[in-house]
């Protein structure tokens, strides 16, 4: 757990660690902080394969006392004048009474041993404010086996803004533990549409 004043220096560390434009990703999430506390983060690092390319995608999410900020920056192709490398980098603030649904799942081992507090093998974060959606469609039916008209398609239309997940062979077991404690603090935030201080760990 880290104390509110050392959370800046925390998430700082935790991007030099990962060793990607770690400059560029603070000064991207920090932009759209501004001036509030950090309460909680998760880094996200997570290699892309394009062919016989590795391209490196970094997911930071921060939660201050009003909003979630999530970050996202991306390797781009060097097709820039003289072939230089590139990144894309965003940010985007969603106010924690904006969002909808904050969903964890958690992969235990050896369900039939478990204790309460005992870590995850592999964490899904799942967050929905309504900015996307994905609709799944699939051919429409009657209750007439014989029939053979055309029904049209029917589907959903599932909210798909942000999933993370962390498992503890690729990511290892303390970043799972923060992803667990992340969607905890930011289930019970948005619960209350805010928050003051950070909870669990």
């Known amino acids: 757990m880290h104390a509110s004043g050392d959370t800046r220096q925390a998430l700082r560390a935790d991007l030099a660690s990962c060793g990607y434009f770690p400059e560029l990703v603070e000064d991207t999430v920090l932009l759209a902080v501004g001036a509030e506390e950090v309460i909680d ?17 970094l997911t930071v999410l921060v939660l201050t006392p009003t909003r979630l900020v999530v970050g996202h920056t991306d390797e781009q192709p060097a097709d820039t004048p003289g ?8 940010a985007e603030s969603i106010g ?4 909808h649904t904050v969903a964890l799942t958690r992969v235990i081992t050896q369900p039939e041993k478990y204790h309460q507090g005992d870590p995850a093998y592999e964490a899904w974060l799942s967050v929905a404010w309504g900015a996307m959606h ?3 469609l699939e051919p429409a039916g009657c209750a007439d086996p014989t029939c ?23 990511d290892g077991a303390e970043r799972v533990g923060g992803l667990v404690g992340f969607a905890t603090t930011l289930q019970q935030a948005t619960g209350r549409g805010s928050v003051s201080t950070r909870i669990g760990g």
């Open 148 to 170: 053979e008209a055309d029904h049209g398609y029917t589907g959903t239309m599932v909210p798909d803004d942000l999933v993370v997940r962390m498992s503890v062979a690729a």
């Open 134 to 136: 994905r609709v799944e």
């Open 96 to 99: 924690l009474a904006a969002v």
């Open 83 to 90: 072939g230089a490398p590139a990144a894309a980098t965003s």
């Open 41 to 57: 983060f998760v880094v996200h690092h997570e290699p892309t394969f394009n062919h016989d390319e590795v391209r490196r995608h």
